[in-house]
């Protein structure tokens, strides 16, 4: 099994409405999103997939409406506030936090992927010290 990487990054405001300190306030973050994709073979290039192809996916699923978005619990305060307004939501089943994001942006994209190519892992930065790491424990 081979794999190929590659980084991106987007800005973003979020926040956890049931945290007991700061991070229920909204804030934002500028993320990092580390996507690895793996294959069983190489293609006829010689390649896992081509990089140019893998950035055009994760732009168009993922960046596109992530970046300069707000990133909230459907259902909360919060979202329900913002619904009619012309703000850029994104809006999660659960808590907007780096490891519900990242399994969003997982099931995202292995729907998205070519066939025989599957996300290996992901890693979203939230801060420089901190990510959440989606590893892949099915293919
Ligand atoms: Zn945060």
């Known amino acids: 099994m081979l794999s190929v990487c590659k980084v991106f ?3 973003a405001a979020h926040s956890l409405p049931n ?17 690895c994709v793996k294959a069983k073979t190489l293609n006829d290039q010689g390649m896992v997939m081509d990089f140019g192809d893998l950035k055009r996916i994760v732009q168009r699923e ?13 259902e909360s305060l919060l979202a329900l506030t913002l619904m009619h307004s012309d703000q850029k939501l994104v809006l999660l089943d659960n808590d907007p936090t780096a490891e519900n994001m990242v399994g969003l942006i997982a099931n995202r994209l292995m729907s998205a992927l070519p066939e025989g190519i599957h996300v290996h892992f992901l890693k979203l930065w939230e801060t420089s010290t901190s990510y959440a790491l989606w590893e892949n424990d099915r293919d």
């Open 19 to 35: 945290h007991p300190g700061a991070f229920k306030n909204l804030h934002g973050h500028s993320y990092e999103l580390h996507v």
């Open 62 to 74: 993922i960046i596109d409406e992530f970046d300069h978005s707000v990133v909230l619990k459907k």
């Open 9 to 11: 990054r987007f800005e």
